[in-house]
C-alpha cells in the first residue's frame, strides 16, 4: 500500500550499492554492517533482495533495520543489523493509545494496521520482547497489551513467557490469534 511506503519509509534493497557509493561511504556502510565483508575480502550488501523497514529513536534517527527477503525460498528470510534491537517500530502508536497490540514481526504489525488497527508494534520475532520495548511501553503509560502471536507452535509457546514478563511488569495482558492462516498477514492476503 503506497500510503505505508510513504509513512514508514519502507524500501528495497536490489543490491546496486555498491555501483553507486564513494570510497567513504563504503567505509561507513561497513561500520554500519549494512555492508559486510567475507574473509576473502568481498564486499557485500547486507540487505540486497530485501525490502527493507526502517526503526527510528524518539528524535527520528534511524538506530535499526530490518530487511524481509523477497524470494520466499530465501534460507534466511528475515534480516537484522548486528547488535541489539534498538527502539520500536511505529512508536508513535504506544504514544497515543492505552491498549498496544504486540505481533511476532512489523510485516504482521503493517498489515493489522491495513485494516485499521492503528494500536500496533511488533516484536522482532516470537522471542524479542526486549527490554527497549518494556521500558518505552512504560514511559508512553501504556496499560494493557495484546499478545497477537503467530497461530503456530512457536507463538503459541512464546505467549506464556511474554505473558509472564508483563504481568511483572504491570501490565494487563490479553491474547488475540489470527482466525485464518499463521500469522496476521496471512490472515490480511485470506481476506
Sequence with gaps: EPALIKRF??????????????????????????LKTTEKGRTWEFFAGCITFPVFDESGKVVHF???????????PHLYLTGSHKSVFNRKASRVYDTIILTES????????????????????VGTLTEDHLQILKADRVK???????????????????KLILLENGFK??????????????CLIAG
Aim: aromatic residues 6%.
Design 9 to 34: 519509509k519502507i524500501g528495497y534493497a536490489e543490491g546496486s550499492l555498491l555501483k553507486i557509493i564513494s570510497n567513504g561511504q563504503k567505509e561507513a556502510l561497513k561500520a554500519l554492517h549494512i
Design 66 to 76: 530490518y530487511g524481509r527477503k523477497v524470494d520466499s525460498k530465501a534460507e534466511k
Design 106 to 125: 512489523i510485516l504482521d504489525c503493517l498489515s493489522l494496521i491495513t485494516i485499521g488497527f492503528e494500536n500496533v508494534q511488533p516484536l522482532y520475532g
Design 144 to 162: 494493557t497489551i495484546v499478545l497477537g502471536p503467530d497461530n503456530d507452535p512457536a507463538g503459541r509457546s512464546g505467549i506464556a513467557k511474554h
Design 173 to 186: 495482558v490479553k491474547t488475540i490469534v489470527p482466525p485464518a492462516g499463521k500469522d496476521w498477514n496471512d
